[in-house]
């Protein structure tokens, strides 16, 4: 449903996507420093990366399919842009739990690269892997560990110029 109104109406695509950013950055805000909240964050946020890549669909491939391509998104590319939205919650909210945004930018490259696998060795799922899916989701990884790197620089100079920090 979701999908199908974005394509419907791409331009909202990249509005959508700093939606996403807005609601991250305030939710980081309003619970920075409570580690445990923002672990849970970045679980709940990892559920629909699950769902959207490793719940099996409702046809099966018969062979290994990877698709070999590579990208740059586009304000109309919906789904590459979709790609880089779904990856900014979770590493976003772990990099703030953890204070290593390099990291979890690691990890969650490293987590879309064993998802496309699964997707290219598993065929009984239904999906097909795609490079483009990895790049987008890293690309979302890098601005969320780039996000969590610039609220981690303001608060610690919030905290040295005597300020009060959360």
Do not use: K
Not at 19 to 29: F, I, M, P, Q, Y
Not at 40 to 58: K, N, S
Not at 77 to 97: C, D, G, I, Q, T
Not at 136 to 158: D, E, F, P, V, Y
């Amino acid at each position: 449903m979701i999908t199908n109104f974005l394509l419907d109406h791409s331009a909202l695509v990249p509005v959508a996507i700093l939606l996403v950013a807005l609601a991250c950055a305030v939710l980081g805000h309003l619970f920075a420093g409570r580690h445990r909240v923002l672990w849970t964050l970045a679980g709940v946020a990892l559920l629909p990366v699950v769902a959207l890549t490793l719940v099996p669909t409702r046809h099966t491939i018969d062979e290994i399919l990877c698709t070999v391509q590579f990208s740059l998104p586009t304000l109309g590319s919906v789904e590459l842009l979709a790609n880089v939205a779904l990856f900014l919650p979770p590493v976003y909210f772990a990099a703030l739990a953890s204070r290593r945004p390099v990291t979890m930018l690691v990890a969650g490259s490293a987590l879309s690269a064993v998802i496309e696998a699964l997707q290219a060795f598993v065929p009984a799922i239904g999906r097909a892997c795609d490079t483009n899916d990895w790049l987008m989701n890293t690309i979302g990884a890098l601005l969320a560990a780039g996000m969590a790197w610039l609220a981690g620089r303001r608060a610690q100079s919030g905290s040295s110029t005597g300020a009060m920090s959360s």
